[in-house]
């Protein structure tokens, strides 16, 4: 389970993982810690923060967020694989940059590729894949990644209450995982780290 309420700096986590299958365990550590940034945010130059795409540009934003009045979505330029977060706070009548690059197919792979996009309010986001986990809780002005090197998980958000997020973490189809077990893991957001429960 994902959920975020009001904390120190807007907001705290809870990521809970559940686990199915048989054969080699995945692995949940005792913390996660989140690095400041994107890992390949120094790889390409994004629009500054806040910067509206225009018509076509805006073209090429793949809206994962729920339909609501704010939005979180991907933006690909020109259909290019490099992406960009980006936000929209009029149900996606206009988008505006939100963040460094996400992932470029050339440095780091899928790795860091968003495949969901769970927005929390217009200025908090979860973004993950099998391996990342990118978290804002200001708009996209400051973004925090943890990283699963393994690329084993799935991460699925099932229920949204009283401006929360529930995320439900289990192997990735293709992980070999072993006996049913379920982790509970808190963020933290002022000293940016996951720690798990239990």
Same mark, same amino acid.
């Given at each position: 389970?994902?959920? #975020?309420?009001?904390? /120190? *700096? $807007?907001? !705290?986590?809870?990521?809970? +993982?559940? @686990?199915?299958? &048989? ?14 940034? #994107?890992?390949?945010? /120094? *790889? $390409?130059? !994004?629009?500054?923060?806040? +910067?509206? @795409?225009?018509? &076509? ?20 330029? $020109? ?120």
């Amino acid at each position: 389970m994902v959920r #975020l309420v009001p904390g /120190a *700096l $807007g907001a !705290a986590v809870v990521l809970a +993982t559940s @686990l199915a299958g &048989a054969g080699t365990p995945v692995s949940y550590p005792a913390t996660l810690p989140l690095s400041r940034g #994107l890992a390949q945010s /120094a *790889l $390409g130059h !994004a629009l500054a923060w806040g +910067t509206p @795409l225009s018509a &076509a540009q805006a073209r090429w934003v793949r809206e994962l967020s729920p339909r609501r009045a704010f939005r979180w979505g991907v933006w690909q330029e $020109g259909g290019r694989p490099s992406t960009y977060p980006v936000r929209s706070t009029d149900g996606g009548i206009r988008w505006t940059a939100a963040g460094p690059q996400l992932a470029t197919d050339w440095a780091g792979g899928s790795l860091y590729y968003v495949q969901k996009v769970y927005a929390i309010s217009p200025r908090s986001v979860v973004m993950v894949s099998n391996a990342v986990i990118d978290v804002t809780t200001d708009g996209g002005r400051q973004w925090f990644q943890y990283l699963n090197p393994a690329d084993d998980w799935s991460m699925v958000a099932f229920r949204v209450r009283g401006g929360g997020i529930d995320l439900r973490v289990s192997p990735a189809r293709f992980s070999r995982a072993g006996k049913p077990s379920v982790a509970l893991y808190v963020l933290n957001v002022a000293h940016h780290r996951w720690r798990r429960l239990r």
